[in-house]
């Protein structure tokens, strides 16, 4: 086993059989001490919020592949904070996918001139490339195809997927009364057939979660999930 | 006639008619003294520059008319550097359209990690918001939809316009043996029928044309083109 990538929040090692192991860490990303799910630099640390973030991910993979959406994920051990998943070919050099539910964050900094906070966007998806030097720019479908990123055909995969995932995340989490406001994903092509898959994982540092109009930090997020 | 709407680089008047006069101006976008058709801010001002411009653009109006192409362009005085337009509205606050034959300016600033100087780009089109306080982000067709700017409908038929006016553009710069590498545009809803039309100018300021390999200037472009 052989570290081959140290990342803000996670750590990946290549496996003997071909497989990866994903090392959570309490590193969550943020600025000046506060949790931004949508910023590009290691904020805070946090005792347990690596253990934490794969308890919540290994419940949500769980569901979805139970309902057959399909995921690099193959199985986690909660103690080590440790995560194995299928190898996968990432989009270009990284592409997150977000799906928004709500106007907050970066969509609402951008658009200013159009949009309210809070204001509804109907599951509108958008694809910020990842690039750190120019804060993730967001790409659309013809710039994407002309860049050699990805087809138009697994564009359109990309987006249905991302909202099929989104409305599974927000029931969950409707069922304890919090109201999932956006949900970030990365997506890549998994196996011989490279298939699209959803990868990484789903925790409460990739969404934007509120419960009486008040937002909800992750570790409380994990805590009303999974603690019943 | 009343002034209703000072520009960076035009002035707008309403007619008694209930047309519009565009003035031309001799300040052209750009920074620091050097002119830069991406920029918000007036760069410089050229004796003559208003003029020249109109000249342009009354030529490539007209052909654009010839060809069917809706403008909102009624008809032009170049001595008074004054062009008289149907009325329009424009989308939103204000929506750039730009189509793109090479990579240069800033597409190649936002995808610098994915493409190269003056690489093909195949008549790609991108829709940029009028926010100078936002840099102009750009905009996908979701985006345009869920707040409210043009529905898909619209979008799909500027964008096919703006291929088709570009295509044209392209061929008659090649006619004196230039190449367009990208060409911004602005489109309008005009008349009853709320029509979409191409609105404003189509001007060496408004492109970025070489010619053996070497950038020419807004002027030198008129000039070249108009003066066989």
Known sequence: MRRIYTGKTKDVCALDDGNYLLKFKDDVTGENGVFDPGANTVGLTIEGAGRAGLRLTKHFLEILEEKGIPTHYIDANVEEATMTVKPAEVFGNGLEVICRYRAVGSFLRRYGMYDKE?????????????????????????????????????????KNLARKIGAIIKEELAKKGIELYDIKFEFGRVGEDRKIALIDEISGGNMRAYKDGKYIEPLMLEKLILDA
């Open 118 to 158: 809070g204001q509804p966007l109907d599951a509108f998806v958008e694809f910020p490339l990842k690039d750190d030097s120019r804060q993730d720019p967001p790409i659309t479908e013809d710039a994407l195809v002309v860049l050699g990123i990805m087809s138009s055909e697994e564009y359109r995969e990309v």
